[in-house]
């Protein structure tokens, strides 16, 4: 099987990955192919990043050697009972729905000897900062693993795990952007309601968020050894830290990420 690589789904992600791979040159453009029924979607995939875009996936599955389903979940169904016939155990498939575990592909596939990895991607990879987990199934080899996590480092960080983990990933990391979006919010009102005009309110908030992260990546402290260097003795921040403690911050910060592994979970058996 050859060195392409075929994405089934046009849409925000699969695009994000594209741009990822192009830029970091791991695939040049001529190895790329698109699935997109969207003429306009398809024109625009050709147009932006100089590859071939076809209406349907029959060519994709013919021309390339590994295949990266990036349709919802709930479209998976009708895409796989389309392409039975047109998958061979050469193939390397990689699908980025969430919620589908990998025996899903294998019975909507009517066969047990494909190379499967599931990947769990969160939306920052639209500006190539995902943070990604991958599991293969036992037909896939650790330099098809290797391979894929490859790919998906050229749009963050990407972790080989157990696929028993990925629901825990979807909790963490694949949910994650949406409690931190909610906090810049909360940080943002919380500026307004202090007397700080929106602008100023927003730019603050976010510039600290982003300050903040790279800090504790930098730095490689322990946040707990960060949180200590900026709270003083009887001054502001632990007047703050007081209420977040007494709220039960951390405690529910920690029941939303449980709350959203345990709904992965059901998906998964659905």
């Not at 695939?27 to 699935?35: G, P, R, S």
């Not at 293969?136 to 080899?141: A, C, E, P």
Request: aromatic share 4%.
């Amino acid at each position: 099987m050859n060195n392409k690589i075929g994405f089934i789904g046009g849409g925000q992600m699969g695009e994000a990955l594209i741009r990822g791979i192009i830029n970091s040159g791991l695939y040049e453009q001529d190895d790329i192919l698109v699935a997109e029924p969207n003429s306009e979607r398809c024109d625009y995939m050709s147009r932006t990043y100089g590859i071939t875009c076809h209406s349907s996936s029959e060519q994709i599955w013919n021309s390339c050697g590994t295949v990266l389903l990036a349709v919802k979940p709930q479209i998976m169904g009708i895409v796989l009972a389309a392409s039975k016939d047109l998958v061979s155990p050469e193939h390397l498939i990689i699908t980025i729905a969430a919620g589908l575990p990998i025996s899903f592909y294998e019975e909507g596939l009517g066969r047990d000897d494909c190379k499967i990895i599931r990947v769990m991607p969160n939306t920052p990879a639209l500006i190539l900062e995902a943070a990604s987990g991958l599991s293969g199934n036992s037909n896939v080899s650790r330099e098809e693993l290797l391979r894929c996590e490859e790919i998906l480092n050229k749009v963050g960080k990407a972790v080989i795990l157990d696929e028993s983990a990925l629901d825990a990933v979807t909790g963490l990391s694949g949910s994650g952007p949406a409690y931190v979006f909610t906090f810049a919010d909360a940080m943002i009102d919380a500026g307004i309601k202090a007397g700080l005009p929106r602008p100023t309110a927003e730019t603050l908030a976010l510039q600290t968020i982003l300050g903040s992260v790279k800090l504790l990546i930098e730095s490689k402290k322990h946040p707990a050894e960060l949180r200590a260097m900026v709270t003083s003795p009887g001054g502001t921040t632990i007047a703050a830290q007081h209420v977040l403690e007494r709220s039960g911050f951390k405690g529910i910060v920690m029941d939303a990420v449980e709350a959203a592994v345990s709904r992965s979970r059901e998906l998964g058996k659905n």
